[in-house]
Every structure is written in structure tokens, then in C-alpha cells.
């Protein structure tokens, strides 16, 4: 079974947002797991009228804000789960939807609404793929490189 998510890149001047997840919430009892840093992402629910709505309101629940800009879509990442998450997710596999954002709020505003996220930070686009350590996310970001940095630039 496939899960469908959303995220996103985001932007605010020559920086990229990241998160540090310690937790999955979509299951019974949160599970705890190694805090890594990734892009904001989730699973769309069935109560999302659209793909949009599932972007804006993951952004809020993991960044306190939906304060952003949709710039583009990147297309989808795109990975499989490891066995003790698809024995608790239901799931073998995720696609993720991922687009381009710009924030276009203040900084202070980004305070997590989810116990999943325990820091919220802008960090040089050249720094990114060092601090990212899930291969496929680490992979997707590397090979939309240019077309990111381009983005940046241009907006």
C-alpha cells in the first residue's frame, strides 16, 4: 500500500527551511525515531479538499505558520519504508509531492504545532545536504540542485 504525502522547499531570501523530526505521528501512539533533519512533509489526510490544502496544513502543524508561497513543484519523491514502519504505518512505500515555497512571514512566527518537530531553522543552501542524512530525500534534493538554486536567484 502507498501513502501520498506532501512537502516542501522553502526559501526565505538565500536560505532553505529545515526540520528535525523525532517522532511519527500518523500511527496509534507516537513512535520515537532517530531526530533527523528533512524538509517539511506528511501524509495527506482524507479530509484535504485538494493537494494544496494537505501542503498549507502540514506546513502549520510543522512550522506554526502557513505564512508561504507556492513558487513551483519539483514532482515526487519518492521512497520505501523500513520494516518496523510499515508493520506501524499500514504502508510499504510513500510518494510525496513536493513543491517550491517561499516563506513570507517573520521568522519568530515558526513554532511547531506537532510533538513530530523539535526545531525549525533556515540554513545556506550549501549546508542543506550535509544535514540531511535520509538517502532518498538527500538524493531528490542533489538531483533538483539547479533548478533550486536558479529559484533562489531569480525570486
Known amino acids: 500500500m502507498i ?8 526559501k526565505s531570501e538565500d ?20 531526530p533527523e533533519w528533512d524538509f517539511p512533509k506528511g501524509g495527506i489526510k ?5 493537494i494544496q490544502e494537505a501542503l498549507f496544513r502540514e506546513l502549520d502543524e510543522e512550522t506554526g505558520t502557513s505564512d508561504f508561497r507556492i513558487i513551483g513543484e519539483l514532482g515526487t519523491l519518492e521512497f520505501e519504508f523500513p520494516a518496523a514502519m510499515k508493520e506501524k504505518l499500514g504502508f510499504e512505500r510513500q510518494v510525496t509531492y513536493m513543491f517550491l515555497l517561499e516563506f513570507l512571514g517573520d521568522r519568530a ?3 511547531p504545532k506537532t510533538e513530530e518537530i523539535s526545531e525549525v531553522v533556515f ?3 550549501d549546508e ?4 540531511l542524512k535520509l538517502a532518498e530525500t538527500k538524493e531528490f534534493f542533489l538531483n533538483n540542485l539547479d533548478e533550486i538554486k536558479s529559484w533562489i536567484v531569480l525570486r
Not at 501513502?3 to 522553502?10: D, N, W
Not at 482524507?46 to 485538494?50: G, M
Not at 542543506?128 to 544535514?131: C, G, H, M, R
Request: hydrophobic letters at 45%.
Open 128 to 131: 542543506v545536504d550535509e544535514l
Open 15 to 34: 536560505t532553505i527551511l529545515l526540520v528535525k523530526k523525532g517522532k511519527v505521528m500518523d500511527v496509534e501512539k507516537p513512535m520515537e525515531v532517530k
Open 46 to 50: 482524507r479530509d484535504d479538499l485538494d
Open 123 to 125: 540554513v545556506k543552501i
Open 3 to 10: 501513502r501520498y504525502a506532501v512537502g516542501g522547499i522553502i
Open 109 to 111: 512566527q515558526l513554532q
